[in-house]
């Protein structure tokens, strides 16, 4: 397998991994959306609500904020030695006080772990008008995207295969060129040649706008452009350490069942 990354940010990668299968791009696929544990809120105590906002519309808010955390420092909820039942090593508390008029922020919440914190601290939660208030207690646990969207790490995770483009007889017209919605070809010395394969999105009109027929667009099978971005819980640099190593465990986990029949 190679890997040539194209992108990467601290919230989005892009890469071209060869040598593997379709079922392998999808694992990976699936495994950054649904397999990678992060912190969300779970349950939220609301001590005062006099928002416009009703307290189901206001837990709801809190649970889709993205928070950031050392991951390594939380179980998740049913392998913990507390068996689930709730503690310092399977859930965190933060809390929300504020009075109107102000628009409250995802960075108004205090966490009892410094180390736990909205990802980003400028997703607007509620407006608050003259007198009204909001004092809740949220309760953060790990969990997956599998369980809840609120727990997906990854989003826009996706890939296609790699395009080939492949040029014949050509006279060097220049209509392919034309209809070419990414710019992918140009005219070089009377004869057309594709630049920036990656960008292609295979939609083949330059293969109906040539006269002679000389265009070819064809995908390679065994090697994919992925990309993915994050929500901010973790960096896309962690997301795909985690969700490949997502993919190996339960690999693992099936060799050994296997191993014992
Ligand atoms: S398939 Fe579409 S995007 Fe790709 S080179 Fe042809 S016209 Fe351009
Ligand atoms: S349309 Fe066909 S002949 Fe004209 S430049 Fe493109 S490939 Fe060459
Ligand atoms: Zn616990």
Request: include cysteine; charge should be negative; glycine fraction near 6%.
């Amino acid at each position: 397998m190679d890997i040539d990354i194209i992108e990467l940010s601290e919230r989005k990668a892009r890469f071209v991994l060869s040598g593997i299968s379709a079922s392998f791009a999808n694992a990976l696929r699936r495994s950054v959306l649904a397999e990678v544990p992060v912190l969300a809120i779970d349950e939220v105590n609301i001590y005062e609500n006099t928002s416009v906002l009703f307290d189901e519309q206001l837990s709801l808010r809190l649970g889709m904020i993205p928070l950031k955390a050392d991951l390594k420092s939380y179980n998740l909820p049913g392998e913990c030695t507390c068996s689930g039942a709730g503690c310092s090593s399977c859930q965190v508390s933060l809390t929300l006080s504020a009075e109107g008029p102000k628009v409250v922020y995802s960075g108004d919440m205090v966490s009892t772990d410094p180390q736990v914190a909205p990802a980003d601290p400028t997703i607007p939660i509620v407006e608050l008008k003259e007198k009204h208030k909001v004092v809740v207690e949220a309760i953060a646990k790990l969990g997956t995207g599998r369980n809840h969207s609120k727990w997906q790490a990854g989003v826009a995770s996706g890939y296609k295969n790699m395009p080939i483009v492949t040029i014949g007889d050509c006279d060097g017209c220049g209509k392919c060129v034309e209809v070419c919605p990414r710019d992918i070809l140009v005219v070089n010395g009377n004869k057309a040649k594709a630049k920036d394969l990656i960008e292609c999105s295979m939609c083949r009109l330059c293969e109906k706008s040539c006269d002679m027929a000389s265009i070819k667009v064809t995908s390679d099978p065994e090697s994919f452009v992925m990309m993915f971005e994050t929500t901010g819980a973790l960096t896309a640099t962690e997301l795909a350490i985690e969700a490949a190593g997502s993919i190996k465990k339960r690999a693992e986990q099936l060799g050994e069942i296997l191993n014992t029949l």
